[in-house]
């Protein structure tokens, strides 16, 4: 049996959240918004994504009977704070409905964290024996992700974005390692595996820096898994553990010039008499 116990996330996630809420609430639509891009740009550009990854998780509940004996045990993750870079392409879309722009990318990201483990053992004779163990994990990995994007002016140089799509994680490397012994099978605990699909969201603000540069803070949480298809929540497990990661980044989008049309007139639909 599982159960779960919600923690507090940790100060830089929650101002995050807390920034893209207040966001939703603003809308001062302009006359001519960032997306669809001006006939002066060409509608594809590439984007550069430098990441804040975290992963947090709650704390996990489970019991095991064997041989007249229960045994309790108690999951704590704490991540902590690691790295991450995208590196991609967007294409925008001249008469968008829903989506204004998609974009996929391939990215290095590297989670690192460690999985406290308390737990009860008791014996037919009522005896309780405890066990504790500070579980470390490290996992590197290479992401090829693609976005369906769409965008909500916010004011003349800003916006909200908001992304869905998916991230297709291959295992570069990983290290574990268990600080104390417990009456668990190691061969039953489950981690990442090889290759493993996500659905996400992500959401940000995007600010327009420049003529031809656009800066996007964001966050991203992958919420469910696509493949493999036996546990589809939570996104990983490490030692057990549930765990949700976060992305906070920010993203720089760069607008391309179209000579062809820099100097073209813009149609404004038929002259009145």
């Known amino acids: 049996m599982r159960s779960y116990t919600w923690r507090a996330m940790p100060k830089s996630c929650t101002a995050y959240l807390i920034l893209f809420l207040i966001s939703i609430g603003a809308h001062a639509q302009l006359t001519k918004d960032i997306f669809p891009l001006n006939r002066e740009f060409k509608n594809g550009g590439f984007y550069l994504s430098p990441l804040l990854t975290y992963s947090y998780g709650p704390e996990t509940k489970n019991n095991l009977n064997f041989n007249d004996t229960l045994y309790q045990y108690r999951l704590n993750e704490l991540g902590q704070l690691r790295y991450g870079i995208e590196l991609g392409w967007f294409q925008s879309f001249e008469n968008p409905l829903l989506v204004h722009y998609v974009e996929g990318g391939i990215s290095y990201r590297r989670f690192d964290g460690n999985v406290e483990h308390d737990g009860e053992l008791l014996l037919p004779d009522l005896t309780e024996l405890n066990f504790t163990s500070t579980n470390n994990f490290s996992m590197q990995t290479i992401a090829a992700s693609f976005r369906a994007v769409h965008v909500k002016q916010l004011g003349k140089m800003s916006f909200l974005n908001l992304g869905l799509g998916t991230n297709v994680n291959y295992l570069l490397s990983s290290k574990y390692e268990r600080k104390g012994m417990y009456p668990v099978d190691k061969s039953t605990e489950k981690f990442p595996s090889e290759l493993h699909v996500q659905l996400h969201f992500q959401a940000g603000i995007g600010l327009r820096l420049t003529e031809q540069v656009l800066f996007v803070p964001h966050i991203e949480i992958p919420f469910v898994n696509a493949y493999p298809t036996d546990d589809l929540f939570p996104p990983f497990n490490f030692f057990n553990g549930d ?28 002259a009145t008499q």
């Open 243 to 270: 765990t949700f990661p976060v992305l906070m980044g920010f993203k720089l989008m760069f607008l391309r010039k179209d000579p062809f049309n820099c100097n073209a007139p813009i149609y404004n639909g038929p």
